[in-house]
Protein backbone atom coordinates (compact mmCIF):
# COMPACT_ATOMS: atom_id res chain seq x y z
CA UNK A 1 0.00 0.00 0.00
CA UNK A 2 1.55 3.23 -1.05
CA UNK A 3 1.69 5.83 1.77
CA UNK A 4 3.35 9.28 2.99
CA UNK A 5 3.55 9.74 6.53
CA UNK A 6 3.97 13.26 8.28
CA UNK A 7 5.84 13.72 11.51
CA UNK A 8 7.80 16.36 13.21
CA UNK A 9 5.14 18.70 14.28
CA UNK A 10 4.48 20.48 17.25
CA UNK A 11 4.11 23.45 19.50
CA UNK A 12 7.15 26.21 18.79
CA UNK A 13 7.10 30.00 20.14
CA UNK A 14 7.10 32.98 17.14
CA UNK A 15 10.35 33.11 15.66
CA UNK A 16 11.22 29.15 16.67
CA UNK A 17 12.11 26.58 14.26
CA UNK A 18 10.73 23.08 13.08
CA UNK A 19 12.04 20.38 10.96
CA UNK A 20 8.62 18.43 9.61
CA UNK A 21 9.64 14.72 7.72
CA UNK A 22 7.85 12.86 5.01
CA UNK A 23 8.38 9.31 4.86
CA UNK A 24 7.00 7.05 1.82
CA UNK A 25 5.84 3.66 2.63
CA UNK A 26 5.36 0.99 -0.07
CA UNK A 27 6.68 3.48 -3.60
CA UNK A 28 10.53 4.84 -4.02
CA UNK A 29 10.45 8.47 -3.05
CA UNK A 30 12.32 9.39 -6.08
CA UNK A 31 9.91 8.25 -8.55
CA UNK A 32 7.71 11.37 -7.38
CA UNK A 33 7.12 14.78 -6.41
CA UNK A 34 6.67 15.53 -3.19
CA UNK A 35 4.28 19.13 -1.90
CA UNK A 36 3.42 19.84 1.50
CA UNK A 37 0.08 21.76 2.13
CA UNK A 38 -1.68 23.12 5.27
CA UNK A 39 -4.62 23.72 6.34
CA UNK A 40 -5.57 26.72 9.55
CA UNK A 41 -8.64 26.03 11.59
CA UNK A 42 -11.59 27.36 9.74
CA UNK A 43 -9.65 27.78 6.26
CA UNK A 44 -9.03 25.41 2.98
CA UNK A 45 -6.28 23.88 2.28
CA UNK A 46 -3.31 25.63 0.94
CA UNK A 47 -0.14 24.72 -1.00
CA UNK A 48 3.09 25.18 0.69
CA UNK A 49 6.34 24.03 -1.27
CA UNK A 50 7.23 21.49 -3.70
CA UNK A 51 10.34 19.74 -4.89
CA UNK A 52 10.52 17.98 -8.40
CA UNK A 53 11.86 14.93 -8.86
CA UNK A 54 15.37 16.79 -9.86
CA UNK A 55 15.65 18.20 -6.68
CA UNK A 56 13.97 21.84 -7.64
CA UNK A 57 11.94 23.84 -5.03
CA UNK A 58 8.78 25.57 -5.79
CA UNK A 59 6.84 27.75 -3.62
CA UNK A 60 3.22 27.71 -3.68
CA UNK A 61 2.75 30.41 -1.10
CA UNK A 62 4.85 33.74 -1.34
CA UNK A 63 4.24 33.90 2.37
CA UNK A 64 6.93 31.20 3.44
CA UNK A 65 9.61 32.57 0.68
CA UNK A 66 13.08 33.04 2.73
CA UNK A 67 11.99 30.66 5.76
CA UNK A 68 10.90 27.80 4.53
CA UNK A 69 12.82 25.27 2.77
CA UNK A 70 12.33 21.72 0.90
CA UNK A 71 14.68 18.77 0.45
CA UNK A 72 14.92 15.46 -0.25
CA UNK A 73 17.10 12.40 0.73
CA UNK A 74 16.43 9.72 -1.80
CA UNK A 75 18.21 7.12 -0.07
CA UNK A 76 16.10 7.74 3.10
CA UNK A 77 12.89 8.05 1.17
CA UNK A 78 12.08 11.67 2.87
CA UNK A 79 10.95 14.87 2.23
CA UNK A 80 11.82 17.43 4.73
CA UNK A 81 10.72 20.53 5.35
CA UNK A 82 13.03 23.34 7.07
CA UNK A 83 10.86 26.03 8.53
CA UNK A 84 12.42 28.86 10.11
CA UNK A 85 11.27 31.95 11.92
CA UNK A 86 7.70 30.77 12.14
CA UNK A 87 4.82 33.23 13.00
CA UNK A 88 1.73 32.40 14.21
CA UNK A 89 -0.22 32.21 11.03
CA UNK A 90 2.22 28.93 10.28
CA UNK A 91 -0.04 27.10 12.57
CA UNK A 92 -2.58 24.55 10.56
CA UNK A 93 -2.38 20.66 10.02
CA UNK A 94 0.82 20.31 7.74
CA UNK A 95 -0.03 17.33 5.05
CA UNK A 96 2.72 16.07 2.56
CA UNK A 97 1.33 13.94 -0.73
CA UNK A 98 3.18 12.70 -3.80
CA UNK A 99 2.30 12.74 -7.67
CA UNK A 100 4.61 10.34 -9.85
CA UNK A 101 6.46 12.05 -12.45
CA UNK A 102 7.69 11.03 -15.47
CA UNK A 103 9.51 12.38 -19.22
CA UNK A 104 9.71 15.96 -19.16
CA UNK A 105 7.99 16.33 -15.98
CA UNK A 106 10.78 15.08 -13.64
CA UNK A 107 11.71 18.70 -13.43
CA UNK A 108 8.37 19.94 -12.76
CA UNK A 109 6.35 20.61 -9.44
CA UNK A 110 2.76 19.15 -10.01
CA UNK A 111 -0.29 21.56 -9.56
CA UNK A 112 -1.77 21.64 -5.93
CA UNK A 113 -4.40 19.91 -7.49
CA UNK A 114 -2.41 16.77 -9.38
CA UNK A 115 -1.45 15.23 -5.80
CA UNK A 116 -2.40 11.56 -5.96
CA UNK A 117 -1.42 10.01 -2.24
CA UNK A 118 -1.60 12.39 1.00
CA UNK A 119 -0.54 11.61 4.53
CA UNK A 120 -2.71 12.10 7.70
CA UNK A 121 -0.82 15.47 8.42
CA UNK A 122 1.35 16.59 11.77
CA UNK A 123 0.03 19.85 13.44
CA UNK A 124 2.42 22.50 13.50
CA UNK A 125 1.10 25.54 16.43
CA UNK A 126 3.31 28.86 16.53
CA UNK A 127 2.27 30.22 19.69
CA UNK A 128 3.71 32.27 22.51
Known amino acids: QLQVVESGGGLVQPGGSLRLSCAASGFTLDYYAIGWFRQAPGKEREGVLC????????NYKDSVKGRFTISRDNAKNTVYLQMNNLKPEDTGLYYCAARRRQGSYYYLCPTTNEYDYWGQGTQVTVSS
Open 51 to 58: ISRSGDGL
